[in-house]
């Protein structure tokens, strides 16, 4: 793709925040993933309004408010910048491109991320390729991928960065992902299967113990 200007890339955040809001905002994805050895395993993804900017590659600006008492600097919040997106506000002398060219890469692939399993195919741990990037598991295919942090003390994870790179390249322990749940955040369990991978005999697949109660495609369905 071209250089984005600011006017095209506030067309694309907006139209990805929408897709955000419909299809991750304020709920958790469970990947469950096969590795080399037929091992499954499962990892839980959680998605929130204030994860939005960080996928973007946008710098929000600072801006300035006068008072009796002092004159302060603030930046404009995640969970701001996202209802801006959200309510078709998102202005021009909002934000910045980063310096290092890296927001033009990401709005190149983010809309393709934007949806109900990522359009993901691996999961990995990141390798440290890049020293700049501060991520811990990356979720995608041989295009472009999310990076993920770990929060709280749960196993679950929230995003922090897209990249427009083949995933293969940045992962180790590689596993394949074989089947996406997704569920509200206030639910207690998942209900709603997302993506089933190919070839699969699923007979042969047993899901971890505490999602042993999901769904599996019917054979007619694989």
């Not at 990076?147 to 995933?167: A, C, E, H, M, S």
């Not at 322990?173 to 209900?191: E, G, L, P």
Request: net charge neutral.
């Amino acid at each position: 793709m071209g250089q984005y200007t600011k006017e095209s890339a506030i067309s694309i955040v907006v139209s990805c925040a929408e897709q955000y809001r419909d299809q991750l905002a304020n709920r958790n994805l469970l990947f469950i993933c096969q590795d080399k050895h037929k091992k499954v395993s499962a990892i839980e993804f959680s998605f929130d309004a204030s994860n939005f900017l960080h996928l973007t590659g946008l710098k929000v600006k600072k801006r300035k408010y006068n008072s009796d008492e002092q004159t302060d600097d603030d930046a404009i919040s995640a969970k701001e910048f996202y209802e801006k997106c959200l309510a078709h506000r998102l202005s021009v002398n909002d934000f910045e491109f980063a310096k290092d060219g890296t927001t033009q890469l990401k709005l190149d692939v983010l809309p393709r991320l934007i949806t109900k399993n990522l359009s993901a195919t691996m999961i990995g741990d990141y390798n440290s390729r890049n020293p700049k990037l501060v991520t811990d598991k990356l979720a995608g295919g041989t295009v472009a991928c999310m990076g993920f942090v770990p929060t709280g003390p749960t196993d679950r994870y929230v995003p922090n960065t897209v990249l427009k790179v083949d995933i293969r390249e940045y992962i180790s322990n590689q596993v394949r992902v074989i089947a996406v749940y997704r569920k509200s955040m206030d639910d207690d369990t998942y209900s709603e299967p997302t993506y089933f991978g190919k070839k699969i005999d699923w007979d042969q697949i047993d899901f971890p113990e505490e999602y042993s109660y999901l769904p599996k495609p019917m054979p007619s369905a694989v």
